[in-house]
C-alpha cells in the first residue's frame, strides 16, 4: 500500500469512528491515536520523508489535509464536551440539598429584648446605662458612703485608672443608671434599664462574677408600693407565662426604703423543696422598693412632691427558673446542644 492510499484509509477510518467519540475519555483515546506525538498522522509524516521526491507535494498536501481534518473534529467534540459541561448535563438532581444552619440571638439576649417589650406595653422606656461606672455612681449616690457596710456585700472590681480622686469600677448593678437618668431629666421617669453587671464571687452552680440585670425606675406624683408589687407581679405573669407564685419579703437596700425582694416559687420542686432553693420552696429574682429620699437629694429632685419605686432583676436567675436550667454556668458555655433549644 503506497502512502497516498494509507492517508486516504485513515481518513475513511476517522469519519467511521467519529460518531463512537461520546465522551471526554473516549476523546483523549482519539487524540493518542490519531493526533498524538507517536500518533497514526507522525507516523506517516515520517513515513513521507523517504518518499519519491516527485511525488512529496501532492503527499505533503493530502497529509496536511489529514492532519486539519483529525484536528478539526477533535476541536469540535471538545467544545461540545465543554458546554456540557457548564449546564445541567453533571448535576445529579436526586442528591440530598446541602443544609447550613442559621444562628439564632441567645437566650441571654432574648430575654433582655422579652422584658423590655413587657415594660415597653405599659409606658416604660429602654435606657441603656454605662458598665464602667465611678464610685459616686455607683455607690454614693445611691446612698451607701464610702464606710457603709452595704458596700461589702458587693465584692467589686475595680478599674485602674488615671484620675485623681475618682475611683472607677465595673458596675455591680444596673442601679447607677437610676442616678444617670434622674440627673439627666426631670420627673416623670418611667425607664428599664437592661445590661450586665460584674461581682469578683467565687463561681458555682448559682452565681459568676459576670451577669445581667434589669433595672427598673418610676418615679412621679404619688407613686406608691401598691404599684410597685401590681406591675411586678404584671410581669411576673407575662414572662413566666403560667401561673408561677410569687411574694414579696421585706429586705433591705441603702437606696429604697422600704425594701423588699420577690421570690418565685421553686420550679423544680414546685414549691415543696429541693436542693436549687435550698429548700425554701423559693427563688429570689429581685430586689426592689420606694426610692430613698436621700437618691432623690442626689440628683436634686424634690422628695416632698415626688416618690418613686426601683428594681433590679438578675435575667440569669431568672431564666434558670423559666427554663428549669439547673446551673448558670450553662449560659455561657456555648454548647450548641443547650443554645438550640431555645
Ligand atoms: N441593685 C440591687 C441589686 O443589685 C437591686 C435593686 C434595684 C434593689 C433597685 C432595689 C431597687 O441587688
Known sequence: MNILEKIRLTKIQIEDIKSDINSPDKLEQFRIKYLGRNGLINELFEEMKSVDKSVKAPVG????????????IFDEKKSDFEKKNDGMADIDVTLPGRTFNLGSKHLI??????????FERIGFKVYEGLEIEDEYHNFDAL???????SRDMQDTFYVKSEVKDKRYLLRTHTSPAQIRIM???PPPVRVIVPGKC????????????MFHQVEGLYVDKKVSFRELKGTLDYFAKEFFGKELKTRLRPSFFPFTEPSAEMDVECYLCKSKGCRICKYTGWLEILGCGMVDPNVFEFVGYDSEIYSGYAFGMGIERTLMIRHGVPDIRMFYENDIRFLKQF
Open 143 to 149: 446612698n451607701t458612703p464610702e464606710h457603709h457596710p
Open 183 to 185: 440627673e439627666n431629666q
Open 109 to 118: 439576649s432574648q430575654a433582655l429584648e422579652d422584658i423590655s417589650r413587657i
Open 198 to 209: 460584674y461581682r469578683n464571687e467565687a463561681i458555682s452552680s448559682r452565681s459568676l462574677s
Open 61 to 72: 498536501k493530502s497529509l496536511n489535509e489529514l492532519k486539519l481534518f483529525a484536528q478539526k
